[in-house]
């Protein structure tokens, strides 16, 4: 089965502290692309940075970066430097497979971060 | 760029009625769309998948008689939610990828209110 794990239902970090959010998954694909999704009170869901399994570089997007633990299986997202507009849902997602065409994505429960003045 | 509408953003019908939700993509063509069902504080649920001109993919469980879809253009996708029940209350999301890309771009949302 293809599973995405959010182990932290609730986080909480004070405003310009740094807080690390947890994912793991389980694919059999050797190749697949794994997202970060922030999903606000408004509930708009924006994209906040992607990683291509093949590639060994961690990504990075400003104050997001992530720590890709390939053998692990192990996804977390970093923010440093929170704002107070980072409060929001955080989703974990993955499309397994190779170059794919807009395939499924696979989400996690989600962890919902607030940062507090 | 890579923006994606949905009208209307809530709508509060009487049960037993219909209920049309529209899913566009304004500045790419959207091969594939997704219809997603979120309730409060939980993840979303993929309900089907859509691509142009073919009939949509419903998840295990989804009732495909139930949640009509229409993918008939690059561009549009609808949802409409048959003989509505309070039950089928929730916020239903759309996505869309285009054939060159793995990302999907999601609208911002319908509140469906069933009464």
């Known amino acids: 089965a293809q599973t995405v794990t959010q182990s932290q239902p609730e986080m909480s970090v004070q405003e310009a502290e740094t807080v690390t959010l947890s994912c793991t998954y389980d694919?059999?694909?050797?190749?697949?692309?794994l997202f970060w999704y922030k999903q606000p009170p408004s509930r708009q869901m924006i994209l906040v940075i992607r990683?291509?399994?093949?590639?060994?570089q961690n990504a990075t997007e400003n104050r997001f970066s992530v720590n890709f633990q390939k053998a692990a299986k192990s996804f977390s997202l970093k923010i440093s430097d929170s704002q107070l507009g980072d409060t929001a849902m955080y989703f974990c997602?993955?499309?397994?497979?190779?170059?794919?065409?807009?395939?499924?994505?696979?989400f996690g429960q989600g962890t919902e971060l607030s940062v507090k003045p | 760029g890579a923006v994606v509408s949905q009208h209307p953003s809530w709508v509060i019908c009487k049960s037993g009625t219909s209920v049309k939700i529209e899913c566009r993509s304004l500045?790419?063509?959207?091969?594939?769309m997704f219809w997603y069902r979120q309730f409060p504080k939980q993840s979303l649920m993929l309900m089907a998948t859509?691509?142009?001109?073919?009939?949509?993919?419903?998840e295990q469980g989804v009732e495909k008689d139930k949640f009509l879809i229409n993918h008939a253009s690059l561009t549009l996708s609808t949802l409409t939610v048959t003989s509505a029940h309070p039950e089928d209350s929730s916020f239903y999301i759309c996505s869309a990828g285009s054939g060159n890309t793995d990302t999907q771009y999601f609208g911002p949302g319908t509140r469906l209110t069933v009464l």
């Open positions: 997602a993955f499309i397994p497979g190779a170059y794919n065409q807009g395939g499924k994505l696979i």
């Open positions: 694919t059999s694909e050797s190749n697949y692309y």
């Open positions: 859509s691509n142009e001109g073919s009939k949509a993919t419903y």
């Open positions: 990683q291509e399994a093949y590639k060994q």
């Open positions: 500045d790419f063509q959207a091969t594939t």
